[in-house]
């Protein structure tokens, strides 16, 4: 089994990545802002809270995200199913309460695997950043979406995330800087760290990513 955690900006591509490795590796994808959307488009009482943070490019308090993350990683335990966390931890709160649930659980944290990206280059990503309706999918139009264009995997209708506009992704590249960037230190000196150069095509950052997971211990 793989229990890994996929750190980078916002952009840096974890979603993306998380996909392709998910079939490789038969690993399940839990993406914390996918949930959180989801629990939005159902109106229901968590995705009414989780809103109002969202909008602002704001973290989710943290008690919320650990209850919901405590819940998840015993289901997959119990199921001896592996996962890729994209999008959790985002604190060192998050991250310190993710190892105290492993061990409760008594397994380990197989890695922190970090796609690094210049900011410069996640503005660019966000701004141009085109989402599917349907399977989260994203999608890059730097010169503007073409008018018909659908989901590449699944056909689906293509929209921007309301958190996708210039004022909130300037807020959320802060957030990160400021909440989410003392994780790397975190886990680098937990001896957890993994880095991956994250610019350049999707293709060549799988395949730096694969070379990494091939010296993963399993368990
Ligand atoms: P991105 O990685 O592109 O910023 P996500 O889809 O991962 O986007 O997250 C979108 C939003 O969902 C975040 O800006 C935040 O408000 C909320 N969110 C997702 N995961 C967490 C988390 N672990 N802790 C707090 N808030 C979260
Ligand atoms: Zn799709």
Redesign the pocket.
Known sequence: MIRLILLGG??SG?GTQADRMKERYKAVKI????L?REEIRRESELGRRARQ??DK????PDDI?IGILDKITQKFESRKQSYILD?????LP?AEALLEMLKKQEVALSSALLIDVPESELVRRLSSRWTCKNCGATVGYPDGKPRHAVCGQCGGELYQRD?DKKETILN?LKVYRKNTEPLIRYFEEKGLLKRVNGFGDPDSIAAGIAEILEHLPRT
């Open positions: 916002p952009g974890k993406s914390t802002g996918d959180l943070f969202m490019g704001e973290l989710v995200m999008g959790f931890p985002r604190t998050q958190d959320r």
